[in-house]
């Protein structure tokens, strides 16, 4: 039987860096809140993580330099708090689409990681339920 949770919930055990940003999302992409039991901790494909979130800016500095720190935990074998996903969005670009985490998918990418720890939604799909809001909540905000 699948445990599903709250993003509330994973946020309470191990606080997400971006979490107003991430809530933000939810709402405007996906019609969703905080509460909706359709997260996942899983570990994820790095392949299959949303391809437009590579980053290739070389005069990025402040992202490249966190990268390069992440990428030299990872090759020492630490650990990275976890990616925020949601499942299907994009097949073309990845079947995750990345909401938290662009530094430490880009480190991992580039270590050659097989897979990164995530909190995944899975809105309307793999058995998770429909969005939580309906249409004339989301439009008035």
Not at 73 to 102: E, M
Request: include cysteine; charged fraction near 20%; charge should be negative.
């Amino acid at each position: 039987m699948t445990t599903w949770t709250t993003l509330a919930h994973l946020h309470h055990f191990e606080p997400c860096k971006d979490y107003g940003a991430v809530l933000d999302a939810l709402v405007a992409l996906y019609n969703s809140t905080e509460a909706l039991r359709c997260w996942k901790s899983e570990a994820v494909l790095v392949s299959e993580i949303d391809r437009f979130q590579i980053m290739d800016d070389l005069e990025h500095h402040d992202g490249t330099h966190r990268v390069k720190r992440l990428r030299a935990t990872l090759r020492d074998g630490g650990s990275v708090p976890p990616v925020v996903l949601v499942h299907g969005l994009t097949p073309d670009r990845g079947n995750y689409f990345l909401l938290d985490g662009c530094h430490r998918f880009n480190a991992a990418r580039k270590e050659g990681v097989a897979k990164l720890y995530a909190w995944v939604a899975h809105i309307g799909c793999c058995g998770g339920p429909s969005p939580d809001m309906d249409a004339t909540s989301s439009s008035a905000m």
